[in-house]
């Protein structure tokens, strides 16, 4: 079974500065999909970042990057320049197999969250 | 653009009353999706649907019914509602396998 595992459970940051949540996940699948969701006090999910597993290259979305790492399972983001909007829960997710025989729908894992606050 | 919305935004149910949550999304993506959030638990799926007419199970599906009669829409019903069915309900789609889930703004909802 996949697991992701996300071992900050609260971490804070001051405006401007840089910081890096840390996610790593276990599977014995060679093709997958992770990704970074937000979740400010609004409730809403809203998707940060995506990385698929067969590229090399780092995934970045303005502010956001992300550290790939394959071989190690790991899956950290790093938040540059923080904002104070950038305060929210933030969950890395896992993606591989089809559900159903011959589905569109995926199997999306989500690890138990990390809670960013971003202060003055 | 909507995306996706839910219906309705918080609800307060005595247990062992019946419960449809609504999704409707209108990117005519083919799969759906419901999850639950709890606290320290991340998002579980409940029930999936791959396109109109299919539904399948997900990790957590007792107590929870779905059904999928067009594109747009993915109800959610709880046939008889339990004090552990209180949770943030999360309504998904993605276009195929492999693509983004897009979540809707979510249901919470209590079982006294």
């Known amino acids: 079974a996949q697991t992701v595992t996300q071992s900050q459970p609260e971490m804070s940051v001051q405006e401007a500065e840089t910081v890096t949540l840390s996610c790593t996940y276990d599977?014995?699948?060679?093709?997958?999909?992770l990704f970074w969701y937000k979740q400010p006090p609004s409730r809403q999910m809203i998707l940060v970042i995506r990385?698929?597993?067969?590229?090399?290259q780092n995934a970045t979305e303005n502010r956001f990057s992300v550290n790939f790492q394959k071989a190690a399972k790991s899956f950290s983001l790093k938040i540059s320049d923080s904002q104070l909007g950038d305060t929210a829960m933030y969950f890395c997710?896992?993606?591989?197999?089809?559900?159903?025989?011959?589905?569109?729908?995926?199997?999306?894992?989500f690890g138990t969250g990390t809670r960013l606050q971003v202060t003055l | 653009i909507a995306g996706i919305t839910q219906a309705p935004t918080s609800q307060i149910l005595a247990a062992g009353r019946r419960m449809t949550l609504r999704c409707t999304q209108d990117?005519?993506?083919?799969?759906m999706y419901w999850y639950r959030q709890d606290l320290g638990l991340g998002l579980r799926l409940i029930h999936y649907?791959?396109?109109?007419?299919?539904?399948g199970k997900g990790e957590v599906p007792d107590g929870y019914s779905v059904s999928r009669a067009n594109t747009d829409d993915f109800p959610l019903t709880l046939a008889s509602a339990v004090p552990s069915q209180t949770s943030v309900y999360f309504c998904?789609?993605?276009?195929?396998?492999?693509?983004?889930?897009?979540f809707g703004p979510g249901t919470r909802l209590t079982v006294l």
């Open positions: 990385q698929e597993a067969y590229k090399q």
């Open positions: 649907s791959n396109t109109a007419g299919t539904t």
């Open positions: 599977t014995s699948e060679s093709n997958y999909y």
């Open positions: 990117m005519r993506h083919n799969a």
């Open positions: 998904a789609s993605s276009r195929t396998h492999g693509n983004t889930q897009y």
């Open positions: 997710a896992f993606m591989t197999r089809r559900l159903g025989d011959t589905g569109t729908a995926s199997k999306l894992t």
